[in-house]
């Protein structure tokens, strides 16, 4: 089966700027998750959605990251304005189930530079 | 709160030798374990998890991984290790209701 895919694989934006990131689950996963990974740590989680609906956003700067998941199936993830500290590599993923023990399935990331 | 500890930076093994990367938690009852690896350029790839029952967890690639409750560890381990292992391996745990929790990641190397 197709794993997770995201584009664009890089990108290098100034600060101050936008930037949207897509990816697209795995067939048929219902729950799909946003990760931000700063070099040098694990990844933390922006955003999770369940089917078209938000399950726990509580780690996403909410006054300059947005994310949408039209239809259930793909998902943007935006950053308006960029700052410095916003580089880091995003990560996309998705999983059949949202129960705990839901093993999650990562796309290849977005690595994002702002300057 | 739910954290996981992951007390090395680097680990440094010698081709067919036996593997272990350190990952301790604490977590407010049962926890959910996982084990991810991450090739350079690549997403995190899934290799095994703990949810309940033996202790002991076989993943992919050869991995397995002690779950143990008195410790509160969930150590990775491998009889003997490949060159092809060299990677980053991050421990996650994910208690209900709540997000999974990663590490700071271990770089694995196994030299030949």
């Known amino acids: 089966e197709a794993g997770v895919a995201q584009s664009p694989r890089y990108k290098i934006i100034e600060k101050r700027q936008s930037v949207a990131f897509w990816c697209n689950p795995i067939?048929?996963?219902?729950?799909l998750y946003w990760y931000q990974q700063i070099l040098g740590q694990g990844p933390k989680l922006l955003i999770q959605f369940q089917n078209n609906g938000v399950v726990d956003d509580s780690q996403l700067p909410k006054d300059r990251f947005s994310a949408e998941r039209l239809k259930g199936v793909d998902s943007t993830l935006k950053i308006q304005p960029a700052k410095l500290e916003d580089s880091a590599v995003y990560l996309c993923a998705s999983s059949l189930g949202q129960g705990a023990w839901d093993e999650q399935y990562f796309g290849p990331g977005t690595r994002l530079t702002v300057t | 709160a739910q954290s996981v500890a992951q007390p090395e930076d680097q680990v440094k093994v010698a081709e067919g030798n036996p593997l272990t990367v350190k990952c301790t938690y604490s977590v407010s009852g049962n926890p959910y374990l996982f084990w991810y690896v991450q090739y350079p350029n690549r997403g995190l790839q899934f290799l095994l998890k703990y949810i309940t029952g033996d202790n002991l967890v076989k993943g992919s690639y050869g991995f397995e991984a002690e779950f143990n409750k008195s410790q509160t560890s969930f150590h990775l381990k491998k009889p003997s290790a490949l060159v092809s292992d060299s990677a980053l391996y991050f421990c996650?745990?994910?208690?209900?209701?709540?997000?999974?929790?990663f590490g700071k990641g271990t770089s694995l190397l196994v030299t030949p």
């Open positions: 996650a745990v994910r208690p209900s209701g709540y997000a999974l929790n």
């Open positions: 067939s048929g996963h219902a729950t």
